[in-house]
């Protein structure tokens, strides 16, 4: 692989693709070629978010017309991200996808929760962008699926179980900021209508629900998985708080071993030996891990990440690292 | 009962004793005879909080020459509390205690949680201040343990289901702001140390968890309940967060007729259609309530508080108006 | 006048308008017949603002055939609002007008910083809505222009020593929460945005300054006026720090002492003996006011006002109040 | 100068002292030999401040056998500075120091506002820590005063037009998030009293007004300086907003020339072409400036700088690498 890279983000004018473009541009072995926009082209990226630092005006994508580029993230929408993730990988370009177009494993699933896909051709065709569970499988990848937030702080603080096919059960109570509604224009994340709130959100059903089972259920656990959000009145954060019965009863201590000898050496996640908190992860691509047993005997398992860099685009980074063939922390310390 | 009752605070510098007597203050039968405080006599409340229009100088409590009263709310910690209801009730004192000291029913749990009893003559002689619960007998109770905080969401969160003995495992993700952590100096809640974070605490065991397990099973459930708090970016309001497993499977309607029907005419519980939010609730006594039931057949229950009004200094107020024989509302409105 | 008047609020989806139509809905002696919205008729106000209570459904406004009520509310941008003002006055309505329509005396004023007047028959024909200073002229009046949130502040801070002339330069540094950008789908007030943020903002121009100079010199004071305004991260409150040169140097002393005198009896205007704190006003129609003189001479004066409350809605009610025969507090205390 | 330092952090339990330890943990040319605290000895950095990430225990400092440092930060109180820094002098040790102890220059301003000197003898001696004012003394400097946050953004919003002679009258108007309070147990910075919140403080009389005044004079502007600062309910972040008279009137196009020439090529001062905000300098090194004239003439100057940052600890890492020979920006960027 050759010294550089050169990268484009698609989608550059939302949370996560800015952020993206932020990091590429930050990044020793990456070139920031476009960064590009449908709503905002012409604008530079500073101005949109003034603590960036980017160098960069917003483009247009002319899908006929791609910059010519070694890899790409897209940051669109689910639904919109499918047929230009396609255009870039016909021209062999190495894509890492944020959008859920990807991520799910049946299509029964992905039109259940999102409608129709827009590049089925490609469906199944790409690598779960969680370097801690499939990293070799990303060195050969040519397209990646970011997971989402939620699934990506779930499936961290219960992999160590799931793999060992204990989870019988399975609560995450999970919470994030107002980050991870996007730049929506929505009332709810009017800055008078978020502080000093709190609240539960898609109570009936939410779209990480199915991801964090599935994968749970690919690392050897296919435990029933009951899933509820909340919004904190904080910008950058997410927390796990989950809630395991296991198929046999395990000691504190030797639950607490288990995740030590499976995480050590993991670069990004770090093991507590008492509660995560989401300051101590923000802008950071790190994951806080700390897993005990309550006093009725269920597994408590909770992992802190922000949610827009670890659970968005500081693990597309992670991801692109390793199939780029750089160094897997390059760009992320 | 008189048109108008005398009242003490004790231990009103702390930010429940504080707001006990700001709503004493407020309030149109009752009468502000002294709030005492041992660290901070000599100063105006106005002076400590100066959001409370109280117009009220702190005293200091001499237990043998007490101001003549015929009620108090003793907002003291645990400990501390139980020697000081002792001398109040013995010259006839009506009490509404806000300390644990009289919320549990055994002794040897209280011993487990808090130590040694400070008036053990009077422990099992109060009314748990529930009034949602226990309304005739609040309104011939002389001595009552106003509920802790996450008991008072937990509780009123499962009470229609727990009533009809159906719960058969519970999970409670509970969060709260900083002004639950007290009026502390603790690093903690400093707000460089709180804005943009959010934490688990007390995730090996928190002493609201077998209050509401005993009053869970006091309504007819004796379920296990495995219990987490977190502390968020805000400073008034508390949300519970349940999931239920039940003993028959219930459908969603099925269970939000029970809730209606339970709460049908409740002054302060409100059955919301959708998520609670804690703006909705800030400063006010009610307690808002949404159940519904997630796809895997779990049944989501979710009660929103402001924690230091419902959750405790109103919750007092609500108590005291049965005991003196005043509408249930008064003052609270 | 009547026991009860029959109230009506235009444009009650806004921030304002929709405080205006919770606090005539609370008002003992108020009947709030319509609250109505161009955007979002057909929803309750409770749907859109979790935290009131106010039962009504928002409908829209036909001019042809409006409620029949004694007083409207009309919470409409400038420009809009005329005409509409313009309208229910023609009905023999008594109107509080919350938009700068009619605050300004010289229409050449308010052309350069708002445009075309939509309704200039009436212009020059309102009281200015600040009781504290136009009391006896709102008794009377039939309508009354409910003055800028900046306005309300810096005026009620420098009024005694304009009123004396004393004045003879005026630095104006304000700053206000996020509720006076108005419900904006602007990024800028999206929670992500504004948290850990604070900034000036029309810094070359912002149409309160010539309404403070206009107000200042009215009372006797015809001063140049450097006014900046800050936006911060909080929801409502409002503070105006003023650091004016008088025309003859004044001890602190006398300084206090000219405030107190001014003050005596007024019931909303509050003067400390130290500096405001704006959660010390939050959701109260109070100004909080300290003046002192700091080091080198210059009179420093505070003014700490919610900037919905004091500086609109509840302004308005207190106007209502005047021009309607209550007493001036009904249904602010 | 060799190709590393050796640094002693003192005093590193502290808002700034802990990110000063931090930012010389991190530095690429810099080795944290120690850092120390009198409170906190024995506790890890990162078990005080989770977010950050030096490896190193706290320990206590002995004057007597100090460790074997080229550098030394000192992060005490004012008064306990001066001894400290006096001890490491003798040494030979190159000091940064955060308190006041040595920025003023007349001891009898000293006095009126910090009380007696601990270490008369270096009274004088030290070089005032702006590199964008006093780059070239700095290498040459044993001794380094660090400025307060507040004249670091006030001179440097102001530094052009002073070094012309050009200011003769200024106001600022200056805000800052608890950061700036420091790692108090005060009630005033529980996170409950802050949010939702902003105050003036200290409107008497601020001890940074005659550092401002002390250095525009040096710069060759004797103007009287009116300073009211503000608390913000933010953690780290701090604006200056000035209001200045000149001695001659420019025009906003002149007044920007300056700017603009005076700060070209300055590595860490960014000119703005429209309101700076704080969350755009948070965690850095920069000063974002802008300035332009209001409609009455006067200048308005705005310089926002993170105050832990720029205001404190990476501002000593600044004049460091001055005094080391390294490079200004070195593990700043």
Redesign the interface.
């Known amino acids: 692989m050759s010294e550089q890279a050169r990268v484009l983000v698609a989608g550059a004018s939302g949370?996560t693709g800015a952020l993206a473009a932020e990091l590429v541009w930050r990044h020793p072995r990456m070139e920031l070629v476009a960064a590009t926009s449908r709503s905002d082209a012409g604008r530079r990226l500073g101005e949109?978010y003034?603590?960036y630092r980017a160098e960069v005006e917003l483009s247009e994508l002319d899908l006929d017309a791609p910059p010519a580029v070694d890899a790409a993230i897209v940051a669109y929408p689910h639904g919109a991200a499918a047929p230009t993730v396609a255009a870039l990988r016909e021209r062999g370009v190495v894509v890492a996808d944020l959008s859920a177009d990807f991520r799910l494993r049946e299509m029964q699933t992905y039109e259940r929760w999102y409608g129709e896909h827009g590049a089925p051709q490609l469906f199944g065709g790409a690598v779960y962008g969680l370097a801690e569970l499939y990293r070799e499988e990303l060195r050969a990848a040519k397209l990646v699926a970011v997971p989402g937030c939620y699934p990506t702080a779930s499936v961290l603080a219960l992999a160590p179980l799931a793999e060992k096919g204990l989870l019988t059960d399975v609560?995450v109570?999970a919470?994030q900021?107002?980050?991870g509604y996007g730049?929506?224009?929505d009332?709810l994340?009017?800055?008078?209508?978020?502080?000093?709130?709190?609240?539960?959100?898609k109570?009936?059903?939410h779209r990480h629900?199915p991801e964090i089972e599935q994968e749970l259920a690919a690392l050897g656990s296919a435990a029933?998985?009951?899933?509820?959000p909340?919004l904190?009145?904080?910008?950058?954060?997410e927390?796990a708080?989950c809630?395991a019965q296991l198929a046999e009863p395990l000691e504190r201590d030797a639950v607490q071993a288990l995740y030590r000898e499976r995480y050590a050496g993991e670069p990004f996640v770090r093991l507590l030996d008492?509660?995560?908190?989401?300051?101590?992860v923000?802008e950071t691509n790190e994951c806080h891990v700390?897993v005990?047993v309550?006093?009725?005997g269920?597994v408590?398992a909770?992992a802190?990440i922000d949610n827009i860099w670890k659970g968005a685009s500081s693990q597309a980074i992670q991801c692109l690292n390793l199939m780029l063939g750089f160094e897997e922390t390059e760009g992320l310390r």
Request: proline share 10%; aromatic share 12%; glycine share 6%.
């Open positions: 949370f949109l003034p603590r609560v109570s919470m900021g107002a980050s730049r929506s224009s009332d994340v009017h800055f008078s209508a978020m502080t000093e709130n709190a609240f539960p959100y109570t009936e059903g629900r029933p998985v009951a899933f509820v909340h904190l009145p904080l910008d950058q954060g927390l708080s809630f008492g509660p995560p908190n989401l300051r101590a923000r700390y005990t309550e006093e009725r269920r408590l909770f802190a």
